[in-house]
Structure formats: structure tokens, C-alpha cells
């Protein structure tokens, strides 16, 4: 099988600090790979709320994340500080894949990859078009 190379840090358009802690390493002493995913879910959380997004449960738009996934090249481990970078990897009409990238120190490469697909719902959980602000703010981001 032939794996993709890690991309590079100057490929992705926002970035977030993430300080590893210590129990965000298992038993072979680096970041356990289930802890990437909730990185991932957290730099996407903030970018929206510093979109405005209102992620309550009580919101008339919501943003379910239907698919996701991480690629992992190499280790990271307490105290490394990380860097997550973001970019929008596809906008559709309702859905967005967001694409993160995580870098360790100050390294030009990712260690870690993933994606969060989200989709756009209303109250009774059917697809709706993603609204126009926050398309045109997606698009600053976009690959």
C-alpha cells in the first residue's frame, strides 16, 4: 500500500497551540491515538466559535459530523507542544470536510493528519445549505 506524504505546515491556513498533557500519553509513553481525534474536534470548535457559530444543542443550525479519520507518520509525547493546523479540504452545499494537521514543535512536517466531514442540519436534522457568512468564511480557509 503507498501512503500519502505528511503535508506540510505551510499547506494548511489557521493555526491553534495544543499543549500535550501528561495523560494524553498511553502505555508505549506518546499521544494516544484516540487523544489526535479530540485535538481535531477542538480546533474545529474553536475556529467556528471564532466564526460566531453557536455549537448549543439549542441552535437552529447545527454542524453533525458524519465521517472522520486520522493518518499518523510519526510520534508525538508529553510535554511536546503541538501546533494543529487547519484548512478546508471540500465546501459543498451542506457539508464541509475540515482537514487538520498536526505539528509538533516547531516542525515543517504533520505527525498526525485528520478530517472531520460535518454536515449542516436544521432542528429536525435534515441538510440545509451552509449560510452564506460563514460559507465566504470557509473559503478563506480552503485548499
Known amino acids: ?4 506524504a505528511p503535508s506540510r505546515r505551510d499547506e494548511y491556513r489557521a ?11 498511553d502505555l508505549y509513553g506518546h ?3 484516540v487523544t489526535y481525534l479530540k485535538y481535531i474536534d477542538t480546533v474545529v ?3 467556528q466559535i471564532g466564526q460566531g ?3 448549543g444543542a439549542d441552535a437552529d443550525l447545527r ?4 465521517e472522520s479519520g486520522a493518518t499518523y507518520h510519526s510520534e508525538a509525547r508529553f510535554p511536546e507542544q503541538l501546533h494543529a493546523g487547519l484548512r478546508v479540504g471540500k465546501l459543498g452545499n451542506s457539508s464541509v470536510r475540515y482537514e487538520v494537521g498536526i505539528f509538533r514543535e516547531d516542525d515543517e512536517i504533520a505527525c ?9 442540519v ?3 436534522t435534515r441538510p440545509t445549505p451552509v449560510p452564506g457568512a460563514l460559507r465566504a468564511a470557509l473559503e478563506t480557509i480552503l485548499a
Open 1 to 4: 500500500m503507498t501512503r500519502k
Open 63 to 66: 454542524y453533525l459530523v458524519v
Open 53 to 55: 457559530i453557536d455549537l
Open 31 to 33: 499521544v494516544n491515538n
Open 45 to 47: 470548535a474553536l475556529w
Open 112 to 120: 498526525v493528519e485528520g478530517f472531520f466531514i460535518q454536515v449542516a
Open 122 to 124: 436544521d432542528r429536525d
Open 15 to 25: 493555526f491553534f497551540p495544543i499543549q500535550t498533557r501528561w495523560d494524553d500519553n
